[in-house]
């Protein structure tokens, strides 16, 4: 086997070009050796020609260089930056239905994240393997939050992205293949309030509330060529809506009440009907006045303090706070009733 055999194998498989390791890329290697023919960064069994070393890239390589920073030895490996990886279970990330087109122009809907802060697109292994389209081979280490490698890529594939809500619109777009994109979006099911700018709109994704497998990330490479004009904002802790090609992207927060505060509403009664009346019926009860006959079996003695002198009252309500307060209660409802009977014969029959 020839060594442009061997560094053919190695990038198949995602190998390490300088210790055949496949657990890191070289730039993240262990081992400081290099090869010895040429101290190039590459295995000494790689190495191609006479003390020169081949700068040659394949096809898959050269389209890669253009999502990342690339060195000029043989072997180096290209990086991809890419952010939507944190999610909160009270905040919505962008997704939108697309239509990606296999190798038969037929259109396949999948869910995909709007991802302006990706450099590069991605798909999912299990979409790319259904399209049946041509794969091309790359190298690339897959950067995260805090500049660490979350995952390693070792084809990419292109494809045309288009709209079920646009039909003119097309876009051939390469993307980086991956096994898993990220977990499912939204973590949990977002109850979907009353947000008055969303009223109406054409959503790119309608299920847009309900976790689901994301099987394609759009980066900024693809950004500019769907976003409309068109931004509707709301309330706080509300998402944000923003026109495109698919129909309305919604991101950011989407509050939800907490278990205490939902626990504390209460919808009132007298707001479902366009005339109400509210009453107190607890405070109603201490209303009610005693005949004056009856006031002096209601005395009370009562003075501020020990310096004044005792004064004389009676109580000119039906006084409860005593065993016989349940007695008293059926009473006034008995005696209103009869009093009411009257102007108001309904209400007295169910009093």
Not at 324 to 333: C, D, T
Request: aromatic share 6%; proline share 5%.
């Amino acid at each position: 086997m020839s060594p442009q055999q061997r560094g053919e194998v190695c990038r198949s498989k995602c190998l390490c070009m300088n210790c055949l390791n496949k657990s890191h890329s070289i730039d993240r290697r262990p081992s400081a050796s290099r090869c010895l023919i040429c101290q190039g960064k590459h295995h000494t069994k790689l190495h191609i020609g006479n003390n020169k070393v081949s700068r040659s890239r394949n096809n898959a390589e050269e389209t890669s260089s253009s999502m990342g920073a690339l060195s000029g030895n043989e072997g180096d490996e290209a990086g991809i930056n890419t952010f939507a990886t944190l999610t909160r279970a009270d905040v919505l990330l962008a997704t939108a239905m697309v239509l990606v087109v296999d190798t038969n122009g037929r259109p396949m809907p999948i869910r995909a994240l709007i991802d302006p802060c990706s450099e590069g697109s991605f798909l999912s292994q299990r979409v790319a393997n259904q399209l049946h389209l041509s794969i091309g081979r790359v190298s690339l280490d897959v950067v995260g939050m805090g500049a660490t490698v979350s995952s390693r890529a070792c084809s990419e594939v292109e494809c045309e992205i288009r709209s079920s809500r646009s039909p003119d619109f097309a876009r051939k777009c390469s993307m980086i293949i991956l096994q898993e994109l990220t977990r499912l979006l939204p973590q949990k099911t977002v109850k979907v309030e009353d947000w008055p700018h969303v009223k109406g709109l054409v959503l790119a994704d309608p299920q847009f509330n309900v976790p689901a497998r994301i099987d394609c990330v759009l980066g900024t490479d693809a950004y500019q060529s769907f976003i409309l004009d068109g931004l509707r904002n709301g309330p706080d802790n509300t998402p944000v809506a923003q026109k495109t090609v698919f129909g309305w992207i919604l991101t950011g927060a989407a509050f939800q009440a907490s278990n205490l505060e939902r626990s504390t509403i209460r919808a009132l009664p007298i707001t479902t009907e366009p005339f109400a009346g509210t009453t107190d019926v607890e405070k109603m009860f201490r209303q009610i006045r005693v005949h004056p006959d009856d006031v002096d079996w209601q005395p009370v003695l009562w003075r501020k303090d020990s310096t004044n002198p005792i004064e004389d009252f009676r109580c000119t309500t039906v006084t409860y706070g005593s065993a016989a307060a349940p007695f008293l209660a059926l009473r006034v409802m008995k005696q209103l009733a009869k009093d009411g009977s009257n102007g108001y014969p309904e209400a007295s029959h169910e009093l």
